[in-house]
């Protein structure tokens, strides 16, 4: 058998390791929370900057006066593929 002190040493090594185990894996959940939500962040300025850059090429394409909405009466089938033939050379 194992004297108290033994005993003594051998606890107080095992709780340590468990306290040391629970506080390193709260910084390890913290670290990871924060980056998560700064990855979050990041894709939506990136959701945001690419929903900004569409809305202006759909406003300067309506510039030109081609309506592109079939059920519009004013929708003219000629003029849109003159219009597609013109952007793509």
């Known amino acids: 058998m194992a004297s108290t002190t033994v005993n003594v040493v051998r606890y107080t090594a095992l709780l340590g390791g468990v ?18 939500k700064q990855h979050a962040i ?3 300025e990136h959701l945001i900057a690419e929903a900004k850059e569409a809305w202006k090429k759909k406003q300067e394409s309506g510039k030109d ?3 592109t909405d079939p059920e ?7 003029k849109l ?6 952007e793509s050379q």
């Open 72 to 78: 519009d009466p004013r929708f003219d089938l000629e």
């Open 81 to 86: 593929i003159a219009k597609w033939e013109a």
């Open 42 to 44: 990041h894709e939506r």
């Open 19 to 36: 306290f040391y185990g629970i506080v390193h894996r709260r910084s390890l959940h913290k670290a990871h929370d924060a980056e998560v």
């Open 65 to 67: 006066g081609t309506i």
